[in-house]
Nanobody, 127 residues
Framework: QVQLVESGGGLVQAGGSLRLSCAAS????????MAWFRQAPGKDREFVAA????????YLADSVKGRFTLSRDNAKKTMDLQMTSLKPEDTAVYYC????????????????????WGQGTQVTVSS
């Protein structure tokens, strides 16, 4: 059974930084895809960042390029999203997502590529 648990959300002032972590238990396949999505109040869920097995590319939404970075620690089975230069528009619930098969690159940015989701962690950026 796969379980994804997010941590690290909180309240930060604009320009500040936060680091989100996703702990993945049960996602033991060597073929996988993992991602972060976010959903702000009244808005649709949107893609933030993704990685997949066998691929060194980190896929980032245009809105976060240059500010967010994504890394995975295979030994610890965690995926971290380092967020810097945060803006009020980054305020949202951030969700970790995973799949036990390597998604094709064109599908990485869509929620349908992921079978497993965490409960979410709130990030609030004050102006």
């Amino acid at each position: 059974q796969v379980q994804l648990v997010e941590s690290g959300g909180g309240l930060v002032q604009a320009g500040g930084s936060l680091r989100l972590s996703c702990a993945a238990s049960g996602l033991t396949s060597s073929s996988y895809g993992m991602a972060w999505f976010r959903q702000a109040p009244g808005k649709d869920r949107e893609f933030v960042a993704a990685i997949r097995s066998g691929d060194t590319t980190v896929y980032l939404a245009d809105s976060v390029k240059g500010r967010f970075t994504l890394s995975r620690d295979n030994a610890k089975k965690t995926m971290d999203l380092q967020m810097t230069s945060l803006k009020p528009e980054d305020t949202a619930v951030y969700y970790c997502a995973g799949h036990s098969r390597r998604p094709i690159s064109s599908a990485l940015r869509g929620g349908a590529a992921y079978s497993y989701w965490g409960q979410g962690t709130q990030v609030t950026v004050s102006s």
